[in-house]
């Protein structure tokens, strides 16, 4: 008899589901991400939490993501998000388009027709990710790209044997694809690669791709922390860190801005230590501070695109960023203000900040008065940006000191008992 660890999810009772080449999107390879991951799947070492039979597959066209676990030695398991690169419906309905820009009205070799495109073959021509082959697609990432830019996409990308040179000599011609069909698709693996939270950077752990679908590493969502005064003192401390990161993205050794195109409370997750990350980096734009970049390019909608141009976005009209001269210092602070920090600290009613379980009347009354004026300082657009950034600072100095300093939150704890920069 085996007996399972605890913390163990159950065995699934059916596997009809899980391992299918036409489930995993490996009939469409090289129009995937890659096959990092397989053995994993294959080897049953991820196992779906949301488990679903033969005869209930309907709605997983409308499902892109869901969680799951994963084991390195069948003992312990650690949960991951499980997600396509688009919605199953979204990749049907590219995946039409592709064979119809060919006239093909049924279904035809994707990876064959993506193969004779001038934009695939200027990119395997070369040995360098050049900014006119990525000139025109969807991904905010690629709104203004550098050449360094480019290049730490190639050097961190984890889906090639030898990472690490900017050089794709050792990139096969299965490889350029794979690449340039993720870029043209969703840079959401990509972002997880070149900023690994191994090195500071506010993002989960990329762990690989089987197919269309990509792994990383899971978290809870922020809506889990609304509607009880019990979890205040939380929220104060998850709008202190979405502000400290939001900052960060701006600010870094690197040069590189990273701003939000978009934002939404499911960009967000709380690990068991209490840290925030962004789950979501579909929407981050990027930057070069360094190098600058180009004059906007004129849009490749339309008949000015090519088939790379607009794939994940189904039959909707193709839709760009606005460009990056437009991109304020303050943008990301701005869309945080107006988005997500009023659920977190001011009431339903959007007037007072929830009442405080402490002790001390004085820092209680100060957040009522002080925070929702912040607040309207840094949501509104038609301030200067030197007033958005004194309001967050004053807001930040506001939350610091009400932060929690307990053992549940382990991401700062001992040290915040001794050293108030924690």
């Known amino acids: ?61 409308e499902k892109q993501s869901f969680p799951g676990n994963l084991t390195d030695d069948s003992l312990s398991w650690r949960p991951v998000v499980l997600s396509f690169l688009s919605s199953p419906r979204l990749h049907s309905s590219s995946d039409r ?5 060919v006239g093909r009205q049924g279904p ?47 050097r961190r990308y ?27 698709v969703n840079q959401q693996p990509l972002i997880l690669q070149m900023f690994p939270g191994t090195e500071g950077w506010p993002f989960p752990r990329y762990q690989g791709s089987c197919g269309r ?41 690197l040069g590189f801005l990273l701003y939000y195109t978009r934002l939404e409370e499911d960009m967000f997750g709380l690990l068991d230590d209490q840290r925030v990350f962004i789950t979501d980096a579909s929407s981050i734009g990027v930057i070069d501070l360094e190098q600058g970049f180009p004059p906007d390019p004129p ?44 659920r977190l600290l001011l009431t339903e009613r959007g007037a007072q900040p929830t009442r405080l379980p402490m002790e001390g009347e004085a820092e ?18 038609s301030q200067p940006d030197w007033r958005i950034m004194a309001a967050v600072g004053s807001l930040m100095d506001l939350l610091k000191p009400m932060r929690p300093c307990n053992p549940r939150y382990t991401y700062r704890y001992p040290e915040c008992r001794y050293n108030q920069d924690y």
């Not at 913390?7 to 090289?30: E, I, V, Y």
């Not at 064959?112 to 495109?117: D, G, H, K, S, Y």
């Not at 401390?237 to 050794?253: F, K, P, R």
């Not at 209680?364 to 657009?381: K, M, N, Q, S, T």
């Open 108 to 154: 035809c070799s994707i990876e064959a027709v993506l193969r004779v495109t001038p934009r695939f073959q200027s990119l395997n021509q070369s040995h360098l990710l050049l900014p006119h082959i990525v000139k025109g697609l969807a991904p905010p990432l690629l709104r203004c790209p550098s050449q360094r830019l480019l290049d730490r996409v190639v």
């Open 1 to 61: 008899m085996v007996v399972e660890a605890a913390g163990t999810p159950p065995a699934p009772q059916k596997k009809a589901l899980s391992l299918q080449r036409a489930f995993l999107g490996l009939d469409k390879c090289n129009a995937c991400v890659g096959t990092t991951i397989c053995k994993k799947l294959l080897k049953d070492q991820i196992r779906f939490d949301w488990w679903m039979s033969p005869d209930t597959t309907l709605p997983l066209a």
């Open 213 to 253: 679908l990509m792994v990383w590493a899971s978290s809870r969502p922020l809506w889990g922390l609304y509607g009880s005064s019990r979890e205040f003192i939380q929220r104060v401390d998850v709008a202190y860190q979405l502000l400290q990161i939001t900052q960060g993205l701006g600010h870094n050794s």
């Open 364 to 381: 209680a009354g100060r957040l009522a008065r002080d925070v929702p004026l912040l607040l309207g300082v840094c949501a509104d657009p």
């Open 158 to 184: 984890a889906e090639v044997v030898d990472v690490g040179s900017v050089q794709m000599k050792h990139f096969s011609e299965r490889d350029k694809l794979r690449l340039l069909y993720t870029l043209a």
């Open 97 to 101: 388009s592709i064979c119809s820009s």
């Open 299 to 342: 849009s490749q909608t339309g008949s000015g695109g090519d088939i790379f141009s607009c794939l994940g976005q189904g039959a909707s009209p193709c839709h760009r960023s606005p460009p990056c001269s437009s991109v304020r210092p303050t943008q990301s602070l701005t869309l945080l203000c107006t988005a997500l920090l009023p």
